[in-house]
């Protein structure tokens, strides 16, 4: 019985141990990594696919509101934010600011100090008045706890005239830059105040939206004062909406120096914002709010479990890639105002051009119901709005700046088996895509160029962007055919399968660095550009050669108005996801690809800050020689990635470079749209994958060190495994992997690479 009772209590101790463990792993998320330099991150608090997303606005031209540039004042805190995109901002609506003194500015602003951040938690200490400003949040409502300082005046400004992205002066013909509309204001009771604020554009140049909200305090105003187009209105309740803008501010009795403050937001009503305080945060317990919060993001953290033993740092870089691969796109079910909302509403695909790659096969991976989510509300902004979303934001499609990505998340889908998708819709989508020019803004949705690529085979330089939308479409075109095949639609996938190869059209035999081959300029009659205008002054025209490292954006062209998007020509022409074999035949064999590659990474026309490069890395497991793909991967990230505020060495955009981090430090990579993985070097010694069907999927490496960072040999679930890449269904199937590691390159992933399109049966 003794005995009993020790086993008893040790088995006790450990569960215990385990179920702290496994409570703590949100402590290894940093949400400042990436707030500095480049990576444009969101920091203050949200929950997973958060609707609301509280935070600090110091710089209007930041797409996340927040510069860590202490000489920046705050001018406010607003409820909705984007995290890690370039381009023109979008949101920072519904301003509050805390202040102390009297009700006769509307300019408050302060520099911060103490700045305190956490997953779920912000908190600063805003210098001026000595105001500390701590922040958590529901799915739907922000949770504001100020604390002043004795016997100062407590008052609160809530703007509905701020927001991102403004100019300077106004301009409506300004690109990407946000436009005020109209707003109004309500004081409703003496502890509340409800509103809207509606804007348009931005950086998906979207129609107007609106953003509702209720504020509610836990204690009572005592004066207050609205505004409208600057001008004061002491005792006025309400200021209507006549296109100008609009706030109020608040006073308190400053006998208590803490005041407490919630804000629903709604994109359908204010009463509708304040039944989302009520849902969601019905008390005043701060804490119980940032507990609830936290313990949404420990339920996705718990999906993987890496070993105890590694590093502070890597586990950090680890769990706060998937944080940030999962703050968008925005779950919005139940908040459409364009439709009924009965079904799975999205927003915020900020952009799929960016996170089709490897952030949305994460999510696949991790959370696959939340996944057949996002693809069905897809389908829902399909049937309504007549196309495919590609960079929607504020209810409203815009901004293609590629393929038709959608079709890559929808094949991705299917071939990885998520159910509970209408895929015949879905095929009716993507055919819309494929077969229907947009017309009027074709950089709205849909397929810019489609008439010349359907007549042509190629979108020739009458369009912008011709050369990656022609390598896009193709690509989109093998996931439409695999989607067809699938579901028995054979006329389709004949068309669409022999389209995929669209790509060689533009395939060049010219010699660049020592290799040759390259996708390069064609005009509509079918000849090779070989220069293009950059300027024209004095009345002469001056040409520059295009050359595969020719960037013509933005010195000779607008950013958009390139033959390629944000990338050369060498970078591009490694972008043929379904057909890598047909790539290094084209490039002149396994010896001269491997060259090829090794010229492309040392020759620094490798850009680790950008999509299209994104796969490159990977590519030397099509040769035969996964070791080499290993030592670039990890070359990649030990000089690129750390743990540090500017820790992301290019725009996170929405979690796209965090999700590729993530997936390689697990030894793992997708080829999005297609059913298998990328086996690497994993930086763990160990990880589990706890998998929504309740199977294990183990990932473990034997005789790991810094050493041994070759992979010898394999096993899976017991039997010898020779290739260098998984299918998801052996993951989700559940089992282990084991790989032997040395110090040295091996044969193992020689015989047979991964899939490609010219060497299946058809």
């Known amino acids: 019985m003794k005995n009993l009772l020790q086993r008893l209590g040790i088995l006790i101790c450990v569960v215990c141990m385990v179920s702290v463990a496994h409570a703590q792993l949100h402590r290894f998320v940093d949400p400042l990594i990436g707030s500095e330099g480049l990576g444009n991150v969101f920091i203050g608090p949200s929950c997973p696919y958060g609707m609301v997303k509280p935070g600090p606005d110091n ?89 002043f300082q004795p016997e100062n005046a407590k008052a609160v400004k809530i703007d509905l005239g701020k927001f991102l992205g403004e100019p300077s002066i106004p301009n409506p013909d300004a690109r990407e830059a946000q436009q005020f509309v109209g707003s109004e204001i309500e004081i409703v009771s003496e502890t509340e105040v409800r509103g809207y604020i509606r804007i348009r554009g931005g950086w998906n140049n979207g129609s107007a939206y609106t953003v509702y909200f209720s504020a509610v305090f836990d204690q009572p105003f005592t004066e207050f004062t609205t505004w409208k187009n600057g001008e004061l209105f002491p005792g006025q309740k309400v200021q209507i909406d006549s296109g100008e803008k609009t706030g109020a501010l608040l006073s308190f009795d400053d006998t208590n120096d803490d005041l407490q403050l919630k804000i629903g937001i709604s994109f359908i009503s204010s009463l509708k914002a304040r039944e989302n305080i009520n849902t969601e945060i019905p008390h005043w317990d701060f804490q119980p709010t940032l507990a609830e919060t936290q313990e949404k993001w420990e339920n996705i953290f718990q999906r993987v479990e890496v070993d105890v033993d590694a590093s502070t740092e890597l586990k950090t870089m680890f769990y706060t890639g998937l944080y940030h691969t999962m703050l968008m796109p925005v779950d919005r079910t139940g908040e459409n105002p364009k439709w009924e909302n009965n079904t799975p509403y999205y927003d915020d695909f900020y952009a799929i051009w960016d996170t089709y790659r490897s952030s949305s096969p994460l999510i696949t991976l991790l959370t696959p119901s939340r996944q057949v989510d996002i693809v069905n509300a897809m389908l829902q902004i399909y049937k309504r709005d007549g196309y495919l979303p590609e960079a929607r934001s504020g209810n409203c499609n815009g901004r293609t700046q590629g393929g038709s990505n959608g079709e890559v998340v929808i094949a991705d889908a299917f071939v990885k088996g998520l159910q509970g998708i209408n895929y015949k819709l879905a095929l009716d989508a993507m055919l819309k895509d494929a077969t229907v020019p947009p017309g009027g803004n074709e950089e709205k949705e849909g397929r810019g160029g489609l008439t010349d690529y359907n007549r042509l085979g190629y979108v020739s330089t009458d369009f912008v962007r011709a050369g990656n939308r022609t390598l896009e479409y193709a690509y989109d075109d093998y996931c439409l055919a695999t989607v067809a095949k699938g579901i028995k639609r054979k006329g389709e996938y004949w068309s669409f399968i022999k389209q995929s190869d669209n790509w060689q059209n533009l395939w060049r035999d010219i010699e660049d660095y020592g290799s040759r081959g390259f996708i390069m300029p064609k005009d509509a009659r079918g000849n090779w550009v070989d220069s293009i205008q950059c300027d024209a002054s004095n009345g002469r025209i001056t040409y520059i050669p295009y050359t595969p490292v020719a960037q013509d954006w933005p010195i000779c062209v607008c950013w958009w108005c390139g033959f390629f998007y944000e990338a050369s020509s060498w970078e591009y022409s490694l972008s043929v996801p379904h057909d890598v074999a047909k790539l290094v035949e084209k490039s002149g064999g396994q010896e001269a690809f491997r060259k090829r590659l090794d010229t492309f990474f040392d020759k620094g026309l490798y850009n680790v800050a950008n999509e299209p490069s994104f796969l490159s890395p990977n590519l030397y497991h099509w040769i035969g020689r996964p070791d080499l793909s290993n030592e670039r991967i990890h070359r990649i990230i030990d000089e690129n990635f750390n743990s540090s505020r500017s820790g992301i060495p290019g725009n996170d955009d929405s979690g796209a470079m965090s999700s590729w981090l993530a997936f390689h430090l697990i030894g793992l990579y997708p080829n999005a749209g297609q059913s298998y993985y990328l086996i690497n070097a994993p930086y763990f010694e160990k990880t589990v994958i706890h998998q929504e069907n309740g199977n294990d999927f183990v990932i473990l490496a034997k005789n790991f060190s810094t050493k041994n960072k070759y992979v010898q040999s394999a096993r899976l679930n017991g039997e010898d495994y020779s290739k260098a890449w998984i299918e998801h269904q052996d993951i989700t199937l559940g089992g282990t992997l084991i790989l032997e590691m040395g110090p040295a390159p091996s044969k193992w992933g020689a015989v047979l690479p991964p899939p490609s399109k010219s060497d299946q049966e058809l």
């Open 59 to 147: 710089d209007v031209a930041s797409n996340s509101g927040y510069s860590a540039d202490p000489a920046k004042p705050i001018y406010g805190f607003s409820q909705v934010h984007v995290s890690g995109t370039g381009g023109g901002p979008k949101y920072g609506n519904v301003s509050v600011m805390p202040f102390s003194g009297d009700l006769e500015s509307i300019e408050q602003e302060s520099v911060k100090s103490d700045e305190q951040v956490e997953l779920g938690y912000y908190s600063v200490v805003l210098q001026k008045w000595g105001i500390q400003t701590e922040i958590t949040t529901s799915d739907r409502a922000a949770f504001y706890h100020f604390s």
